[in-house]
């Protein structure tokens, strides 16, 4: 037999809990036959340097499956490479909520924190899209940015850019 994507990591039980309630996703477990997570973010969504069954879109997408048979749960990967916040939140309406996902898992920052961007500008992105959200039910997660070496110093510690953006994506700023 041979082996699937997930053999080749196993993760911790404890990085499996989020330890928050996603009451739209529970819902759509307990109700619908089928229904859309969305994910969203940049190149470590979009899955670049990774072959298709191992962007985390793709793994949540078999782990899901694995843990659930009934409802049909679709992953829908919406990352595109290079993207940040502002781009991100400009494609909701269209690209996002048009779909009508019962999760949406929306990574940010890498990009703001690796090319110097304005990360105001990028944290009002991040509003801008979490209020296209609120008018949908849809549970929301803002995942952390990726943590490639670019986000680090020499001595393997976030750079400055990394904090502050860590900072400004926590749910006490939002």
Same mark, same amino acid.
């Given at each position: 037999?041979?082996?699937? #994507?997930?053999?080749?990591?196993? @993760?911790?039980? /404890?990085?499996?809990?989020?330890?928050?309630h996603? $009451?739209?996703l529970?819902? %759509?477990?307990?109700?619908?036959?089928?229904?859309?997570?969305? #994910?969203?973010?940049?190149?470590? @969504?979009?899955? /670049?340097g990774?072959?298709?069954?191992?962007?985390? $879109?793709?793994?949540?997408? %078999?782990?899901?499956?694995?843990t659930?048979?009934?409802?049909?749960?679709?992953?829908?990967?919406?990352?595109?490479?290079?993207?940040?916040?502002?781009?991100?939140a400009?494609?909701?309406?269209?690209?996002?909520?048009?779909?009508?996902?019962?999760?949406?898992?929306?990574?940010?920052?890498?990009?703001?924190?690796?090319?110097?961007?304005?990360?105001?500008?990028?944290?009002?992105?991040?509003?801008?899209?979490?209020?296209?959200?609120?008018?949908?039910?849809?549970?929301?997660?803002?995942?952390?940015?990726?943590?490639?070496?670019?986000?680090?110093?020499?001595?393997?510690?976030?750079?400055?850019?990394?904090?502050?953006?860590?900072s400004?994506?926590?749910?006490?700023?939002?």
């Amino acid at each position: 037999m041979a082996s699937s #994507a997930l053999d080749c990591c196993n @993760t911790p039980p /404890e990085l499996c809990k989020l330890g928050v309630h996603l $009451p739209n996703l529970a819902k %759509a477990l307990r109700e619908l036959d089928a229904f859309n997570v969305v #994910a969203i973010g940049s190149s470590s @969504t979009a899955g /670049e340097g990774a072959s298709p069954p191992t962007s985390y $879109p793709s793994r949540l997408s %078999a782990a899901l499956a694995s843990t659930f048979s009934r409802p049909r749960i679709y992953v829908l990967n919406l990352g595109i490479g290079g993207q940040e916040a502002p781009d991100e939140a400009a494609r909701f309406k269209t690209d996002v909520i048009a779909k009508n996902p019962s999760l949406v898992i929306w990574q940010v920052g890498t990009n703001a924190a690796w090319k110097d961007y304005f990360l105001e500008d990028v944290q009002e992105g991040i509003f801008r899209g979490l209020r296209h959200l609120r008018g949908i039910l849809t549970d929301i997660i803002l995942m952390n940015p990726q943590y490639a070496p670019a986000l680090l110093d020499s001595s393997e510690r976030a750079k400055p850019a990394t904090d502050r953006m860590l900072s400004l994506s926590t749910t006490d700023n939002i």
